[in-house]
């Protein structure tokens, strides 16, 4: 079946750092797009980042550019987000996404990405 599985999310101080992990399994074929989406209590689901399978270029949000820093091993269909600095600002539940078409100038939209990840929470405290 299709699956996403996210790992790596926790406890860390402000100024610290946490490496997510996201593998996908089970899709009959290829997918154009793999990222990473969080959502906070009482603020909508934002797009964080995502790799296109099909420039092979990453996309980043304007408020974790230059922290962040997204991976991905397309063999193994896995993505990776390395955060840095971080802040409490930050703290959210991230998820991993993936989209089977590209739309590459709205790539943060929630909607146009086909299957989502559990979650993992990430905490940053002061």
């Known amino acids: 079946e299709v699956q996403l599985v996210e790992s790596g999310g926790g406890l860390v101080q402000a100024g610290g750092s946490l490496r997510l992990s996201c593998a996908a399994s089970?899709?009959?074929?290829?997918?154009?797009?793999i990222g990473w989406f969080r959502q906070a209590p009482g603020k909508e689901r934002e797009g964080v980042s995502c790799f296109s399978l099909s420039d092979g270029r990453p996309y980043y949000a304007d408020s974790v550019k230059g922290r962040f820093t997204i991976s991905s091993d397309n063999a193994k269909k896995k993505v990776f987000l390395q955060m840095d600095s971080l802040t409490p600002e930050d703290t959210a539940v991230y998820f991993c996404?993936?989209?089977?078409?590209?739309?590459?100038?709205?790539?943060?939209?929630?909607?146009?990405?086909?299957?989502w990840g559990q979650g993992t929470q990430v905490t940053v405290f002061s």
């Open positions: 996404a993936v989209a089977m078409n590209w739309y590459g100038s709205i790539w943060y939209r929630p909607w146009i990405y086909d299957y």
């Open positions: 089970g899709f009959p074929l290829n997918y154009y797009a």
